[in-house]
């Protein structure tokens, strides 16, 4: 190969280098206020609350919410779920899923915008960093600023609370698998086990990591969502729109002018639309899969159009299909009210009634017989026939219980040993219980026999649970 073919060679696998691998532009988005910045931030501290303040509240002598992975037992506030509940985890996985179909076909991704983990903690982040280094400009003139005493100082304090916070959230998340006082004692004499330092750590050092400094990236390229989404749209859905018709063609004036004689439309091009959005994208070119559906848009163009004397809504919540057809609210509204809307709304419903209906008649006890693997039958005095069985009595419920055994099925069945249990609250306790019967009582081989549990303080809970009895 010739010199000349090498370095065209060379120079062209350099432009396509550069077209794959595009460098980052750092994102400082701009604050904005406005409607829809008032329910972020409202969705920031309802969420924020609750994960920072759940875990401190007490119920009944133990923590509210605590996912006790020692014991077994995931006990929200006064509800204990065991092992055996798995199940409700699935249907609970299963309305997550129904509602993010629903919310996605009405208005787009409403949960980005405004309840999505990584928006939240980003918002938080930029909040510091804003209060730290001053505002948009201040921070791109710091960042461009030769590094010096009163920059390292700035980032500084400024990574220390990022720091701080991050510590804050992995302390508080593992806080939910381990008793939150238990835990706080351990840190403070730094006595915490293997894995609750794997955690509190890892925990928080990713969460330092992806809304201190990976922020708009994990949106645009870790986060599935972004990628599918699409199949998920229609041209009824609720999305982040700019009114190309009204605002086109854009450019700058004087509020005053007769910018429609000018042959211009509504949008002055001040670009404050790409400098508040989050994500750095130009809400003008279109529906883009980086949109996250925040509105920090809407606010800023509303705020420009107000001062402008223009009509608000330039950019809004709207439809494809509305914008086309020059729709209202009223339109809109009855289009989104669509039969697939219709149909995961009422496949929702009926989950979620379901689950709520199965949650309110959650059993308090639950009896599993087991038999003794050593001694299937054997002959005991007079004659009898002995089964051994293992009852494993669950009490699920948060009072303390003594339950009273019996059993039937075969004729003249009786009981040998104790007849009455007792078992704390929330805990499980193991009994061996001896069946006898006599050899006429049953055919040679399988008989179905019945335990009956109930609890001495309530007859209500009870349970019927079948067992075999084997005559030889």
Request: proline share 4%.
């Amino acid at each position: 190969m010739s010199a000349e073919s090498r370095t065209l060679t060379s120079a062209s696998q350099e432009s396509l280098e550069a077209s794959l691998y595009e460098a980052r532009q750092k994102i400082h988005p701009r604050a904005v206020s406005g409607i829809f910045a008032s329910w972020r931030w409202i969705f920031v501290w309802v969420t924020q609350l609750v994960f920072y303040g759940v875990c401190w509240l007490p119920w009944n002598g133990r923590q509210a919410v605590l996912f006790d992975l020692v014991e077994r037992k995931f006990y929200i506030f006064g509800l204990v779920f065991w092992p055996q509940d798995v199940f409700w985890l699935a249907v609970l996985l299963i309305i997550s899923a129904y509602s993010l179909f629903l919310f996605t076909a009405i208005a787009g991704r409403l949960w980005c915008g405004y309840a999505c983990p990584q928006t939240v903690y980003t918002s938080m982040f930029i909040w510091i960093e804003k209060l730290v280094e001053g505002d948009r400009n201040a921070r791109i003139k710091l960042d461009g600023a030769p590094m010096g005493g009163a920059k390292l100082a700035r980032r500084a304090v400024k990574y220390g609370l990022w720091v701080a916070l991050a510590l804050w959230t992995g302390f508080t998340f593992v806080g939910y698998f381990t008793p939150i006082k238990t835990l706080a004692s351990s840190l403070a004499s730094l006595s915490l086990g293997p894995w609750e330092w794997f955690w509190f750590l890892f925990y928080g050092g990713f969460t330092y990591l992806m809304a201190g400094h990976l922020r708009e990236q994990v949106c645009l390229y870790m986060c599935p969502y972004a990628r599918f989404q699409g199949v998920m749209f229609d041209p009824d859905t609720l999305t982040v729109t700019y009114d190309g018709e009204r605002g086109e063609p854009r450019g700058t004036r004087r509020k005053g002018d007769d910018y429609k004689a000018a042959g211009k439309g509504d949008c002055v091009d001040c670009d404050l639309c790409v400098a508040v959005c989050p994500t750095g994208i130009d809400i003008r070119k279109g529906l883009q899969y980086e949109c996250i559906g925040c509105a920090a848009c809407i606010d800023a163009c509303d705020q420009v159009m107000a001062k402008m004397d223009y009509p608000k809504g330039l950019i809004r919540y709207s439809t494809e299909n509305a914008i086309a057809e020059h729709w209202g609210w009223k339109e809109i509204v009855a289009h989104i009210v669509r039969p697939r809307v219709v149909l995961y709304s009422a496949i929702l419903g009926l989950i979620v009634l379901a689950f709520a209906w199965g949650l309110a008649t959650k059993a308090s006890l639950r009896v599993d017989v087991i038999r003794d693997r050593g001694t299937l039958a054997r002959e005991v005095e007079d004659g009898l026939i002995e089964n051994v069985f293992r009852l494993q009595v669950m009490n699920v419920s948060e009072t303390p219980h003594r339950y009273a055994v019996t059993v039937n099925g075969l004729d003249k069945i009786d009981l040998v040993g104790e007849r009455i249990f007792e078992v704390p609250a929330a805990a499980a306790r193991g009994f061996v219980v001896s069946v006898r019967v006599p050899p006429e009582a049953g055919k040679t081989g399988s008989n179905t026999i019945y335990f009956d549990v109930k609890s001495m303080a309530d007859q209500q809970v009870a349970v019927h649970e079948k067992a075999i009895f084997i005559i030889p």
